[in-house]
């Protein structure tokens, strides 16, 4: 009877296993629907059952519950190159449980599944490299009644090996439904990797924090998120931690706010390069995401454009287009923040001379705007309509500090501030940081744009480095273009090597020229470096450069490199290509990254 009810039966307080992971798990993807750290103890707790069920009863649920096979697999997604798992929500940083992946080992073990033993224990050795050592620990079983499910110690095969992360994590990763979008780039080198999480709040143990990020460099997680401060139940949650002021995100009018924890404001996903969970056949030197997202409490619409530029083996840097207006207008300000990990953080002009920041009480609960902001102190701010740059220094005693450097771009109307946030809490008290984080201030500034963001979006560049290899950015310089729409960015960015990375984007359909430069796209980016350059077109029809038209019948996503004389083409629908020597032009179906012939 109880076995039966458990398994089949459904009542307004009793799922069946069956309803509860058809309402929890993705279908495609295999992600439960709430935040990493709870949906990975889902998703142990559900493998812990299907494995005491079958040490009673010798029955295998698996076969009745084939979701459970790609939620285990889907775990190292949620993982940064330094072993970190993502920790937006109600989450930690901090590495994976793989009691879910020994289960599946102890299931395939038992009924001779080769092929599943196989690559659980691959994925077991590569997330607990010490496994072996692990399982010669003799156990001495409590005695309580859980004992009599209680498995016999894992026996890993000796055979196998190691798994490789590029096995099981991809470029790029959406699961919509937790609202989360994840771009990486040279995911297997975890000092010199990128990557990028990006979330709204969809599901359970959501936060209000609209479109957030996280951001890595150099090791760390160093856009980091703020934690839950202290339990659900304590203001400190409630009124600071779960809200927009303490994630990566843009505030409006000082009142952005709508239910946290089971939450349904997710954003929709408009574009991004490459296609989430491809594997292979891309150009592996830039990653991007255009969402969409309505913020609720002001009705506003918000933009936010997020792309990954390598620039070298140990280089690469970020690029943050935000975009955020109110539907009817009457924008009193909108504030775009950024937390990063450091104990200094310094505020200059884009000469590196520091701005004469003043104490200020304009970001404050005093005008109707969110408690929230009354929990952050020592508020400096300057008015500013030039480009700026803030870098926040995060000592090490070796004397090889972290530096994340960011530069945005000045309007009219733009005002910075300076902020001591409170602690983040989202690290355990033995994480491998230098310094007390979970106790000293979140270095924090905030842009606020008087007036709509929309059309004087927060445009911004981020470059992680240490002390010792320095910045590979020499300089980054903002342009404009005569008739291209109000909220159109032009940037250049130009590295120490001498490579210039010309960067548009625009929110509307229209054909944009700089110098001998035209565009008609999202987002594009057009790099040179001696006499090799890359073209890369993000949603769009048209890009021309370096004597090369591309034209495309439909919005696409096309990548033509050149390189030591020879061509490159990647895109996702038929296009036209044209050069001085072929100017009739040739024409190419959608292909993946390769050699062809020009």
Known sequence: YYIDYILNQNSARQWSLTQFMDYGYDATTGVWNEC???????????????????????????????????????????????????????????????????????????????????????????????????????????PQIFSFFTSKPLDLDGSIEAGKISDYVTNTFYAPNVSWMVQRNKFEDAQNALMISQYASYGNHAHSNGIAMELYGKGY???????????????????????????????????????????????????????????????????????????????????????????????????????????KGGDKFHDYFYHNLGQELFIQDAKGKDLDLQASDAMAFAGGHLFALDYMWDKQAAKTTDDYQAIWKMSKPDGNHVYMNLWMKGYEGREVFSIKAPPCKAFRPNHNLPYDVLNQPYLTIAARQHGEAWNHPFVSVFEPTTEYEGRSIASIQSFDIKNASEDFVGILVTSQSGRKDYIFSSSVEETVKYNQMRVK?????????????????????????KGVTIEAAE?????????????????????????????????????DYQLIDM
Do not use: W
Not at 289 to 302: A, I, K, T
Not at 531 to 536: G, M, S
């Open 36 to 142: 990493p750290g709870y949906a990975q103890g889902v998703t142990k707790d559900l493998t812990n059952f299907i494995r005491d069920y079958d040490n009673t009863f010798n029955q295998n649920l698996l076969p009745y519950t084939p979701i459970m096979k790609q939620a285990v697999k889907v775990l190292p997604q949620y993982l940064f190159p330094n072993g970190d798992m993502t920790a937006f929500g109600d989450s930690y940083y901090g590495g994976l449980n793989t009691e879910a992946v020994s289960d599946m080992i102890r299931l395939a073990q038992k009924y001779d599944n080769r092929e599943d033993e196989v690559e659980f224990t691959r994925l077991f050795r590569l997330l607990n490299p010490k496994a072996d050592r692990q399982n010669n620990v003799t156990r001495n079983l409590p």
């Open 221 to 327: 997680v160093l856009g980091a998120e703020s934690g839950i401060g202290s339990s659900y139940f304590e203001k400190p949650y409630l009124e600071y931690y779960s809200q927009f002021p303490a994630h990566n995100t843009v505030m409006v009018d000082g009142i952005s706010k709508y239910p946290e924890m089971l939450s349904n404001h997710p954003f929709d996903l408009l574009a991004c390069y490459p296609q989430p969970g491809k594997k292979s056949g891309y150009y592996t030197g830039i990653s991007y995401s255009e969402v969409y997202f309505l913020e609720p409490e002001s009705r506003s619409d918000q933009s936010r454009l997020l792309s990954i530029v390598r620039t070298g083996e140990n280089t690469g840097y970020y690029v943050d287009i935000f975009r955020s207006k109110k539907q």
């Open 521 to 545: 796209g999202t987002y594009a980016l057009i790099s040179e470096i001696a006499d090799d350059f890359t073209l890369f077109l993000g949603n769009g029809t048209f890009i021309q450069a």
């Open 555 to 591: 919005n696409s996503h096309v990548i033509l490199t050149y390189q030591a004389g020879e061509f490159y083409l990647s895109c996702d629908a038929p296009v036209l290509i044209k050069t001085s020597k072929k100017k009739k032009g040739v024409k190419f179906n959608a292909t």
